[in-house]
């Protein structure tokens, strides 16, 4: 069974930086499209980043230019790098796995931007 789970979450002053870390279990990691949501309380799923199989990544609007996603096939994991962190980066970060025929969730990690 495929299973996600994030690390590295925290609290960063305003202006810090922070990766999240997305370790894949199962050996389909390399078919997986990886994502990076994020959620604040009362509000939907937002989505964040991506990097696909082969390494092409896309971000939202509002994190472009700070945050950075990447993956490493040999480790079976995926990053998120981010930077110049504002108070409205305060959120539930999840990663999410999926190939078009499954869906995979991690369980989230906090991160919190206050000074």
């Known amino acids: 069974q495929v299973q996600l789970a994030e690390s590295g979450g925290g609290l960063v002053q305003p202006g810090g930086s922070l990766r999240l870390s997305c370790a894949v279990s199962?050996?389909?990691?390399?078919?997986?499209?990886m994502e990076w949501y994020r959620q604040t309380p009362g509000k939907e799923r937002d989505f964040v980043a991506r990097?696909?199989?082969?390494?092409?990544?896309n971000y939202a609007d509002s994190v472009k230019g700070r945050f950075t996603t990447s993956r490493d096939s040999a480790k079976m994991m995926a990053y998120l790098q981010m930077n110049s962190l504002k108070a409205e980066d305060t959120a539930v970060y999840y990663c999410?796995?999926?190939?078009?025929?499954?869906?995979?969730w991690g369980p989230g990690t906090q991160v919190t931007v206050s000074s």
């Open positions: 999410k796995g999926s190939n078009g025929l499954d869906t995979y």
């Open positions: 199962g050996s389909i990691f390399r078919t997986l499209l």
């Open positions: 990097v696909t199989s082969s390494g092409s990544t």
